[in-house]
């Protein structure tokens, strides 16, 4: 049995397929387009491919707001060839799936309604506190037929009540902290437009800090922006234009962690760094704080490039 | 591959086995004596007659403190045989490790350090807050070669501080609540000694109602106390010394249901029933609070003599 994916899917996928018996070999990582996503026929290529291998696709995993670079795999194309082929659609929405509260920038979820099961965490561009993880199923009864064991000390079959309402036979743990709850609490207390405000003032900000680095010639994109991930490096005056030089991607490579090295140090600015396949370091801005203001950004990237400066020279 | 444990352990053992792609079916349990421990005679013939098969006996299950009559399984001896047969053994001590504190209790878990893997849940007997679970393994290396991804957006090798502080890929969530913070803090306040005096205080509560059950005509014992579980069932006055009728047994197991319901309407006294084996309904008195006395003890009691004494003429 095969589980398809992308190769910038979210580790956790390769983890559940070790962890449920599956094995990670049996995850294939289909190769992204330059901004990351999946292409749809090289995803039917691949689910003929597994046929023809005598194998069982099992299920794609499609992720809307990948962890780096924020891309969001076409969910409706994937999920029409999904049905053709009989393939469990899995959307991994844990990180883009706050968007829902946007009208403006929800579209960008368009065909998730055709999955059978959803991952959204409130705990990310929601800005619930850790952790707060929601698993959607199509199917109400899934989770009880997969999960239930009946234990006679909890679910006794006389109770005088409406014992429908004991659903912790339908999980994996039973008795947990109810972490849905801080969700629910939020929501109250802002509601929906005060998510849709959060959500809409992060992707203002994120388009600001974008056009910022393509303006300032110390800083080059990663790739084109699509959620509230912005990629870039900082380029020291001696790399400037020169990406046709032979040891460039190596140079660049440890430029990151050295102005993160001294960033961290000073304590005014945390930023994450990484590589990407064969793109070398470079930073991810990505807020989930609304309060954040323009002028933070600029305070935050005149800093990288005031380090960055005194660093290399 | 088999999984052996006692047909009293907690039903996560059969969940994990289903889980993880062993599957329920191989998960053997082994029959309890009277007061429901593992005899370790028959546990090793049944890694025999497992060997015989062709199948591997993979991990023991013992368990301290089983949910329903807090038997603790002799797993001193239960380790000799795990490791004569080269056998994991796993013990759940989730319920019954919080033992560890109580100098004058402690000796219930002894054999505990030959254990492979160890749970043991402060939420349950330390009265911690849901939830706090801890697995403690010999092997220091074991869960980062189980669990690690190393995900390039988190552990990156090119940080300039030790990273070896960098625990989250040892685990199977990553990124995830501190819970066990809750414990050590709970330990700075009251310390080894406030830990013992509530495990000391709640043992004695549990004998002095074991000893009510005894000496009161309405109240009949399941099995002898081994720990802060009492077991015990109401009996209505037509049944008193009448276990010799027919129907003795399907009486008795409507009692406890129609008593729950009439206590919690009423409000004043929570407390769970349940068959096991082929035992009908009876209460399980089990406390977590110290701050239980003897006074509360007994209008508990009288509570329920009172509400089955109206209802069972």
């Known amino acids: 049995m095969v589980i398809m994916t992308s190769e910038e899917c979210h580790y956790s996928t ?22 990351g996503q999946i292409n ?3 995803l039917e290529q691949s689910i ?35 049905k053709k082929h009989k393939v469990w659609l899995h959307v ?28 959204i965490n409130p705990h990310k561009l929601l800005a619930v506190p850790q952790q707060c993880s929601m698993l959607l199923v199509t199917d109400p009864d899934l989770l009880h037929r997969c999960h239930s064991r009946g234990a006679e000390y909890l679910f006794q079959k006389d109770k005088y009540y409406d014992s429908s309402y004991d659903v912790g036979d339908r999980y994996l743990q039973c008795g ?8 629910w609490l939020m929501w109250k207390a802002k509601g929906s437009s005060g998510f849709a405000n959060h ?24 790739s084109t922006r699509q959620y509230v991930n912005v990629c870039f490096w900082f380029l020291p005056r001696y790399l400037r234009g020169k990406s046709n ?13 050295q102005i993160k090295a001294v960033m961290v140090k000073h304590g005014a600015v945390m930023l994450n760094y990484q590589p990407l396949k064969t793109l070398p370091n470079f930073f991810r801005f990505v807020s989930q704080n609304s309060a954040l203001t323009r002028q933070d950004v600029d305070f935050i990237l005149d800093h990288i490039a005031e380090i960055g400066d005194s660093l290399f020279r």
């Open 245 to 257: 030089i032979s040891d460039y991607h190596s140079q660049l490579q440890k430029v990151a962690p």
């Open 199 to 222: 959500i809409d003032t992060l992707m203002d900000t994120a388009e600001y800090f974008e056009k910022q680095i393509i303006s300032r010639p110390e800083f080059m994109l990663v």
């Open 48 to 82: 003929l491919d597994v046929l023809k291998e005598g194998s069982i696709p099992l299920m794609v995993v499609a992720t809307l707001g990948t962890t780096v670079r924020g891309a969001f795999d076409p969910v409706h194309e994937i999920s029409i060839i999904c």
């Open 92 to 119: 991994d929405a844990a990180w883009g799936g706050g968007l829902l509260f946007s009208q403006k920038h929800r579209s960008k979820l368009n065909g998730i309604e055709a999955a059978n099961s959803i991952v």
């Open 176 to 183: 947990r902290k109810c972490d849905v709850f801080k969700f």
């Open 14 to 35: 390769f983890k559940f397929a070790a962890f449920l018996g599956f094995g990670e070999e049996n995850v294939y990582s289909l190769k992204t387009n330059e901004v």
């Open 40 to 42: 749809p026929e090289q």
